[in-house]
Structure formats: C-alpha cells, structure tokens
C-alpha cells in the first residue's frame, strides 16, 4: 500500500487520498462512514511520518473488546456513542453531567501529529484530533485543593463484551497530576485523519498523553473527577510492580520482563521498524520541568 506523504497536503486533499487508497485495497470495508472535522494545524506537530489509517485502526489495545490486537475492530462497531456525556466532578466549581456537545463547546480543535509510545515496546504516529485537556478544566473550574485527575471509561457490558471478563475491576481508569493534566501537550481527541473517533480508537473521546506509555491515553471517557489524592489506575491495580502511576516514557527504565530502551514503529515492516525509544517519547524539551526534582526510577 501506497504511504501518504501527511506534511505534503492540505486536509481536504489528503483525505480524498485517503479514502482512495482503502477503496484501492478493499481492507477496510467495515463500518460506517465516519463524519469529517475540520481542524487547525497545530505547533506541537511532530514532522514523523504518520501511521497510514488501517495500521492505527486494526492493531489497538481496547481490553473492553477483548485482549486481542484485532479484537477492538471487530467488535467495537456494537458501541453505542450518541448520546454521550461525561461526568465531571470532585473538586470543580462547577460539576455536572455535561453533554458531548457541551463539553466541545468552545474548545478550539487541532490536528495534533503526535508520536505514541505503548508499554508493549511498539509505537506509531497518529494524526489526532483534538483539544487541549487544560481548556476543558478551565472551564469547569478546578478548585485550589485539587491536585490529581481521574477518568473513568464507560462501562456497558452489553455492547462491551470483553467487560464479561473479571481481569480488569472495570471500569478501566486512568489518572494525571494536575500539572501534567493541564500541560498543553495534554489532549481530549475526538477525531483521527481528519473524521471523528473510529470506535476502536475510543469513540467518542478519549485522552492523549503523549510523553507517557500509551495506556494512560484513556479511552471512550465517562467520569473526569477532580481529587486531592493519586487516584487508582488500571495497570497500577493490576500489577504495581510493573506499571507505576506516572508511566513517562524512559528508555531509562526498563519494564521487570523487558526492556523500554527502543521500540518496532508498526508497519514499518518486520525488519526496518526497530528504534531507540526517546526519553519523554520525544517530548523531552516540553515536559522535562514537570519532574523537576523527583527519582524517575523511583516514580515509574
Ligand atoms: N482505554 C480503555 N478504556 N481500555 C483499554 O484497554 N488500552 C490502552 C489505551 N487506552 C485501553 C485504553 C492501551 S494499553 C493503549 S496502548 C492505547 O489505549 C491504545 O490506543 P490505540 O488503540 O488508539 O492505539
């Protein structure tokens, strides 16, 4: 398959040329059509080349589908995502069910070409859509005593079937510290390549952290509460010796079972994609500061 030159066109262009290549492979014939958005380009772009559509839609870690890499394609299109509303609460001046349309209200939306660095040592570049965490915590009106953010996603065994299984106490959850909540590299991504959010991307919004291992970018988000305490996480639940709450990305900081020190860019092919992994995933100049000061073998 052809690889799309992303920094050489304009959206419009680059999306028609998109769809041109799937009908060319006939790969993804599934689901439906995904809405357009329209977004600006944004400064905190990397120039990496991104991963073409199928690679970011068909190879994903989504534990409510199952376990499986393909897993997430095949049974997130069950997911209901209108209507959606997230729950905002804790310490805010203003808590409340909001709406998804309510939520975006306001929120100027970028195109954010991001590097996205799993814990399982593989990595891909992904053309998010999305606005700034910090924008939305305005909003609602962050109290002075909170300093930690909690999200909660969905949980609707019905339409989740991998939530059938006890492996995690659902619903997944995920958390940051205040500061590294309002960092402008945070994002709340509604959208991938220039459409809405593929439902299993994390439909209809979900987190992108870009300097931390990828599952702390929380999917399909129901619950942002405001705490004055670290609040409990997934992995960290799961198994605190090998997933710390801060999960940076470190080539620094080996895993117990294997080493962070580089990484396979998916779809680069078996033999081309090997390479070292960068402290902060690249991110290092923008968020060093946030970590001023503390052991980050310590805070893993
Ligand atoms: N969010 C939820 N709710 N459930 C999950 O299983 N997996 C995480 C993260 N967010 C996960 C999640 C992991 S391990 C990764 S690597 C990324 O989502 C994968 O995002 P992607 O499928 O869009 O690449």
Known sequence: ??????????????????????????????GPALAKIEAAPSKYSTDAEPNSFEDITSYNNFYEFGTGKED?????????????????????????????SDVLKGQPLEERIYRFRCVEAWSMVVPWIGFQLSGLLDRVGVQPSAKFVAFETLVRPEE???????????????????????????????????EEMPKQNGAPIRLVVPWKYGFKSIKSIVRISLTDKMP??????????????YSNVNPNVDHPRWSQASE?????????????????????AEVAGLYAGQDLAVDY
């Open 1 to 30: 398959m052809r690889r799309l030159n992303w920094s050489d066109v304009t959206p419009k262009p680059l999306w028609l040329n998109r769809r041109q290549i799937i009908a060319g492979t006939a790969a993804l014939m599934a």
């Open 72 to 100: 997430p394609a095949a049974y997130a299109g069950g997911l209901t995502t209108d209507p959606w509303s997230i729950v905002i609460d804790g310490l805010v001046e203003r808590p409340g069910t909001y709406d998804l």
């Open 160 to 194: 989740m079937p991998g939530q059938s299984s006890p492996f995690i106490e659902w619903p997944y959850r995920e958390g940051l510290r205040l500061d590294e909540a309002m960092h402008p590299l945070t994002i709340m991504a509604t959208g991938l390549y220039g």
């Open 232 to 245: 409990p996480t997934t992995w960290n639940m799961l198994q605190p010796s090998e997933y710390g709450f």
């Open 264 to 284: 396979r860019r998916i779809g680069s092919g078996l033999f081309g994609g090997r390479q070292d992994t960068l402290m902060f995933n690249g991110y290092e």
